[in-house]
């Protein structure tokens, strides 16, 4: 599985970052099973970040208002392959984690959304529906990425056709990195604006050129989230023969953190001024079809 994930995505290599590794065990038994309860204290922590990054008058309104909280990651269930001897601490994992529910004081709508690279996308366009309908006034999102290595070999284990093979000259590593995230959603003014867009599937490249990568002229800067990239993508990353669009490649920038991929844009948002620019984040499926969504100030 390890090898034909690399052949699918033209690697070399594959390496992980992952929450709860310590250096005095074996290196395999470390990337495989990590301490787990770094995974579920980050949780915690970002949560806490993302509250007091709001003014305490946000937050007493954030407590008192109708808030739906979606937790959102990859796998589903990835309880089976950690190490875990608390019953507690599984269903933290593989359900809802109560402790953030409580945290926000949630009492109106939970659920969970597991949808591989996509979760984090479909769990963002449930969020500005419920909020366009009136029937939230917040959406808090909490995601997470457990990078299980058989887990992400077999999400990557697509066989490529003889077309999209490329023969590559420098040595490329895949790095997987495990991230959290806590997002607040609501209607209220921000530094922040976020449309969720339509899925597309392009019938081919040039339809991917005019439906998503060109089909909106206020859009300047293009934040690609996926591992594998379609010729029109390379094109753009490249700056071949493209002008007045500039475009990154987030998992090249930071690594693959599958369903979080697409925020690191907002990480590059922080960390670089483009305030003048509005950013679509462009997130492929294994099968064709994109998820995207636009971000401004």
């Not at 937790?71 to 190490?83: I, L, N, R, V």
């Not at 490249?205 to 594998?228: H, M, P, V």
């Amino acid at each position: 599985m390890y090898n034909k994930s690399l052949k699918s995505t033209n690697a070399h290599g594959w390496g992980f970052k992952r929450f709860g590794t310590t250096k005095d065990t074996y290196a395999r038994e470390m990337i495989r099973t990590p301490l787990y309860k770094k995974y579920i204290d980050a949780m915690e922590q970002v949560c806490d970040t993302a509250l007091h990054q709001l003014s305490a008058k946000e937050r007493m309104l954030l407590m008192k208002s109708r808030t739906a909280f979606i937790y959102a990651d990859s796998w589903g269930e990835s309880g089976p392959f950690e190490d875990i001897s608390s019953a507690l601490h599984t269903a933290m994992i593989d359900t809802l984690p109560k402790n953030l529910v409580k945290k926000f004081s949630v009492n109106d709508f939970t659920c969970k959304i597991r949808g591989e690279k996509q979760s984090l996308v479909q769990a963002m366009r449930v969020a500005q529906d419920y909020l366009n309908w009136g029937i939230f006034d917040f959406v808090v999102i909490c995601a997470a990425y457990r990078a299980v290595p058989v887990l992400v070999f077999s999400e990557e284990d697509i066989a490529v056709s003889k077309k999209e093979k490329r023969t590559v000259k420098e040595i490329k590593m895949n790095l997987s990195v495990e991230r959290v995230g806590c997002f607040i959603f609501s209607k209220r003014e921000s530094s922040l604006k976020v449309d969720c867009k339509n899925y597309v599937m392009p019938t081919n490249n040039e339809s991917l050129r005019t439906d998503l990568l060109e089909k909106d002229s206020d859009i300047n800067f293009i934040a690609f989230a996926g591992l594998r990239k379609s010729d029109p993508i390379q094109t753009l990353l490249n700056k071949k023969n493209v002008s007045g669009v500039h475009a990154i490649s987030l998992v090249d920038m930071y690594g693959g953190s599958g369903c979080l991929s697409p925020a690191l844009g907002w990480i590059y948002l922080e960390q670089n001024d483009i305030s003048q620019r509005k950013m679509r984040t462009v997130v492929p499926d294994n099968f064709g079809g994109y998820n995207y969504f636009d971000t401004w100030s």
